[in-house]
């Protein structure tokens, strides 16, 4: 299974070089090639099995790739796309989907139904947990600005706070480790305002 993840994520890499709009600045090649490393390292420190392992790699790579067509819904999209590719890797139906079940934990809200899911949600949004925060929210903004030139930085800063008031780590490994770190960045980012 590893080598036709190796095989996939060339491919896949490869059509979101291509075919992403330059517009996209959080929403990236960069973007998914993080969450991949971060899924992969959660789902390890989670203990999920080997399979498993892949299967949420799978799952990363693909949470995105819907933005090659569509920006609201992209999640739905990418399951569109994960399930074409996939069967011509020889994918079982089984784990299609959950590799779709997976991709769709992602869409926020965030409601994660399996343990893949979780890991994935917790991976696509590690880095509010990180002192990366300012520059990928950066990142974001810059994105969200291009598609909606009235979105004034204030505005901004009030729709972060607000969605950090919300969300939640899921994974145990997140809630432990992660957690107290974004609630510092939210602080932060609440006393810069």
């Known amino acids: 299974m590893t080598d036709r993840f190796d095989i996939l994520l060339k491919d896949v890499t490869a059509l979101l070089s291509k075919q992403l709009s330059v517009h996209l600045t959080y ?32 799952a990363a790579l693909y949470h995105d790739v819907g933005f090659i067509k569509i920006r609201d819904g992209h999640e739905e999209e990418s399951c569109k796309i994960a399930k074409r590719q996939l069967k011509g890797y020889n994918y ?22 399996n343990h893949l899911g979780q890991i994935l949600a917790d991976a696509d949004l590690e880095y509010l947990a990180t002192n990366r ?33 919300k969300h939640k780590y899921l994974t145990n490994y997140c809630k432990r480790y992660k957690s107290f770190r974004k609630e510092h960045n939210l602080q932060k980012l609440k006393s810069e305002k």
């Open 92 to 113: 079982s139906k089984e784990d299609i989907d959950v590799v779709c079940e997976t991709i769709m934990a992602t869409k926020v809200p965030q409601n994660a139904t």
């Open 133 to 165: 925060f300012k520059p990928v929210s950066e990142l974001l903004y810059q994105e969200l600005k291009y598609f909606n030139k009235d979105l004034s930085r204030n505005q901004w800063d009030q729709m972060q706070i607000d969605f950090m008031e």
């Open 27 to 58: 929403h990236n090649l960069n973007h998914t090639l993080y969450v991949i490393k971060k899924a992969e390292h959660i789902a390890l420190k989670e203990k999920v099995s080997h399979k498993n392992v892949v299967l949420v790699k799978i």
